[in-house]
């Protein structure tokens, strides 16, 4: 069944969290989500309509600290959906994790002593871009395990928030303008090259997700208000679509492996929209809920512990 069949058969029992849907427990493995409902900041993962949302991992962090508190944050799946890449404070600044998709086997990748965030995988699985903070947010690549890290562009402006295209020729990013607010999104080549303006909408774009078939790209923006909503764009920067209404903000687009449907976070909940508009509040606002990662391969059994 194709995630846009799923969730339209979920819409009537479990619109807005009706009874039978969330809950704890096992965790799902087709949506990926970071959640407070704990304490601190966890992946948790949950089926595609809402069902079997649990943590990843038993280890927590601890909230007495500011670090602690940050413990799993940014999760992007790998190509193949065995392994998951996240950032966490756990050590003080924040660095990148991977770890395997049932929350075994932690292992810290970066030990600098700036803020490494917003990991993103190369589609063979071998490398992976984040941005690093010294004074301004730089995009950088790294090898899967860790090593080998090289900046990507000399750009002198803030770049931030890197996403790499399903075909791997690409990785969208958000470029601050210098000296101003304005966040547009920008593309580059993994090498550094063919660097390129996307959007043009003298407003404030976030978090570049690509759509499975690398024609478009989802980010947040609060252009023609202060509201954030969800929009994509052509890769050649034409076709500019609105996809959730005005009035309410919407942070942090991610597709479904099919491209049916788009998963967001509003209000401390995580919502899904499909190719008509259609929307779906598939976790509780009250448990803080964002970062939503749907996974590539949801055909594939997490590993066991």
């Known amino acids: 069944m194709t995630t846009r069949a799923l969730l339209a058969t979920t819409v009537a029992g479990c619109l807005l969290l009706a009874a039978g849907c969330g809950g704890s427990g096992e965790p799902g493995n087709d949506l990926l989500l970071v959640s407070t409902r704990d304490g601190d900041y966890a992946i948790f993962g949950m089926d595609a309509d809402g069902r079997s949302q ?41 660095d990148i994790y991977v770890m395997n998709a049932d929350g075994t086997g932690s292992t810290r990748l970066t030990t600098s002593k700036v803020n ?21 947010s730089r ?6 395990d860790g090593t080998g890290a090289r900046r990507v562009t000399d750009d002198a402006a803030p770049e931030s928030e ?15 303008q210098p000296e101003t607010d304005v966040r547009e999104i920008w ?27 690398g024609a478009r790209v989802a980010f947040s923006a609060n ?7 969800i929009w994509t764009i052509g890769i050649d920067g ?10 309410v903000d919407a942070f942090e687009p991610a597709w479904s492996s099919d491209g049916a ?20 509040q598939v976790t509780d606002p009250e448990n803080n809920d964002s970062s939503p990662a749907w996974n590539p391969r949801p055909d594939v059994e997490k590993e066991e512990s």
Do not use: C, H, K
Not at 191 to 201: I, K, M, N, P, Q
Not at 238 to 247: D, E, S
């Open 238 to 247: 034409t076709g500019l679509r609105r996809v959730t209404p005005a009035g």
């Open 139 to 144: 995009l950088f690549v790294m090898n899967e």
């Open 116 to 136: 490494d965030r917003r990991p993103s995988w190369s589609p063979d699985g071998t490398r992976i871009v984040f941005a690093r903070s010294v004074d301004e």
């Open 261 to 280: 449907v788009l998963a967001f976070s509003r209000d401390g909940a995580i919502v899904t929209s499909d190719a008509e508009g259609n929307e779906v």
């Open 54 to 94: 649990g943590r990843l991992t038993a280890e927590r962090g601890d909230t007495s600290t500011a670090a602690g508190i940050e413990f799993q944050i940014e999760p992007a799946w790998s190509p193949d959906g065995t392994r998951i890449a996240f950032a966490s404070a756990r050590e003080g600044s924040f």
């Open 187 to 213: 593309l580059v080549r993994p090498d550094g090259s063919e660097r390129r303006r996307l959007t043009r909408l003298d407003a404030v774009a976030y978090t570049p997700a690509w759509s499975p078939d």
């Open 223 to 229: 252009r023609g208000d202060d509201r954030y909503a």
């Open 162 to 176: 890197p996403a790499w295209s399903p075909d791997g020729e690409w990785i969208a990013y958000v470029r601050r």
